[in-house]
């Protein structure tokens, strides 16, 4: 389906154990599209296969990456969902919010293409 637009961006790295990735939301005050999130995903993402693979943790933008992660580069847009492996690394990144009809299978193809979970969705 997807494998890669404007809003994504995977780095080829190996598959890591489900417990070892983590989904940042990079968010600002007076972000609207940080608003729709919240409210068409922020509910359901943690109920999702997804979201037991790569939890979920909202920063702030103007704090920078959480103590012992960084980014590959700076967050201009939010949000910004970024993948963090274990060693606090981020693996890839999603620059904006198009909507739920897109969120899911940009955000799948994220995570599994980084995880070892074997039934994850393919995403052609």
Partial sequence: MFRGTAFAMGLALAPLPLSALELLMVEQPGCVYCAR??????PIYP?????????????????????????????VFTPT?????????????????????????????????HSDAADGPLLD
């Fill in 37 to 42: 999130w919240k409210e068409e995903i922020g």
């Fill in 47 to 75: 109920k999702t296969e997804v979201g037991a693979i790569a939890p979920i943790r909202m920063v702030w933008k103007d704090d920078g990456a959480p103590e012992g992660m960084r980014y590959s580069r700076p967050v």
């Fill in 81 to 113: 969902f970024i993948l963090v492996g274990e060693a606090g690394t981020e693996l890839g990144r999603l620059e904006g919010y198009p909507g739920e009809d897109f969120f899911w299978p940009l955000v799948e193809n994220l995570v599994f293409s």
